[in-house]
């Protein structure tokens, strides 16, 4: 029986090579429901190609979510708006397949102990997380050592240090992988590598000092676990988001895919570094949150999301990113993470701060 499929944010990069993995496996899937915020014309195309329920506008995610059944709900919506349909996609029982970062910063507790309550799984769909998943099954969670996620660098990986005439385009021409804007930007700031550790501190449950960072510009090595024996288990493949979407969708099988297989001999070297704590300060900023506790993560997130989308409209410049991030979690209120509540408040009070 074909399993039922509901893809949120079906119009952007992840969505769209989900359907391209469903699309390919057409006796393996069926799309019940797609929806994007906006893009109205290309969610109903893709409704129409598919056989599904086409959602678009205000709260279509979650309007989708609640009025559909189905197996696996793929988030891959931006930023905070993953979080109710997430929630909302595990109080049907569904599992999710979560390629939206902020659902796990801002409210990973809530999110891992609500989806363990409901007995829903978490599935990750990022690269990153997809092979530390891949990597750990059959292990039992007390081997894990250490996670060690890897980076590409983004664009300005060997730039000159002064960043701060960098234009939008720039910024938006990753070397590796081709992403929406919203997490393009971040990749270049290495503010997504540092959500990435949050996101694995609760994915997996793993104390986020035992989740290192390093730089793999080939983006082959995809990430490491090291086991309390010694052993260090990684998983390659070219970089092609659509073999972690199709194993998020398809765990725990395998399906046969037309990807581009591995060449290590035509590849020759791949090659590593520590990040540097001066071009990306934005993993400081992350560490800086996670030790201050509370909804600091929450706020770090809603800042990076005003942030960025300040910078993508000219309002300001590429290295004022971080220092907007850095001025809101020096300014925030110490706001506990008891409540969903909470995660809100901590949201509308970056937001009301930054718009003043």
Excluded at 330 to 335: C, H, L, M, R, S
Aim: proline fraction near 5%.
């Amino acid at each position: 029986m074909a399993k039922r499929i509901i893809i949120l944010g079906a119009t952007g990069s992840i969505g769209m090579n989900a359907v391209d993995v469903v699309r390919s496996h057409p006796d393996e899937f069926s799309v019940v429901a797609v929806a994007a915020h906006r893009s109205r014309e290309k969610c109903e195309e893709l409704a129409r190609v598919l056989g599904a329920k086409a959602y678009c506008g205000e709260d279509a995610a979650v309007r989708a979510v609640e009025g559909n059944d189905a197996d696996i709900c793929l988030v891959a919506t931006v930023g905070m708006s993953g979080l109710k349909p997430t929630l909302a996609a595990i109080e049907k029982g569904m599992d999710v397949a979560l390629a939206t970062k902020e659902v796990m910063v801002m409210a990973g507790e809530f999110v891992t102990r609500r989806a363990k309550e409901r007995g829903v799984r978490l599935l990750p769909v990022d690269s990153e997380h997809s092979a530390l998943f891949q990597c750990m099954q059959g292990s039992p969670r007390e081997s894990v050592e250490r996670l060690v996620l890897t980076a590409s660098g983004g664009p300005f990986l060997d730039e000159p240090a002064d960043l701060s005439s960098v234009a939008v385009e720039q910024a938006l021409n990753h070397p590796r992988w081709k992403m929406g804007p919203k997490v393009t930007i971040d990749s270049s700031t290495m503010m997504n590598k540092g959500f990435e550790i949050l996101e694995a501190r609760w994915l997996f449950d793993i104390p986020v000092g035992k989740i290192d960072v390093v730089v793999h510009p080939e983006s082959i090595v995809h990430s490491l676990v090291t086991f309390s024996d010694g052993a260090t288990l990684a998983q390659l493949s070219p970089p092609d988001m659509r073999v972690a979407i199709q194993y998020a969708l398809t765990w725990p099988n395998r399906l046969p895919s037309e990807r581009a297989a591995l060449d290590l001999a035509k590849l020759g070297s791949l090659t590593f570094r520590a990040p540097d704590p001066v071009r990306f300060p934005c993993l400081r900023l992350v560490k800086e949150a996670c030790d201050r506790g509370g909804c600091a993560a929450a706020v770090l997130a809603a800042a990076d999301e005003w942030a960025v989308d300040a910078f993508l409209n000219g309002k300001i410049k590429y290295t004022d990113i971080a220092k907007t991030v850095e001025e809101c979690l020096g300014n925030a209120p110490d706001i506990p993470c008891d409540s969903l509540d909470a995660v809100w408040e901590a949201n509308d009070w970056t937001w009301k701060y930054l718009s003043r």
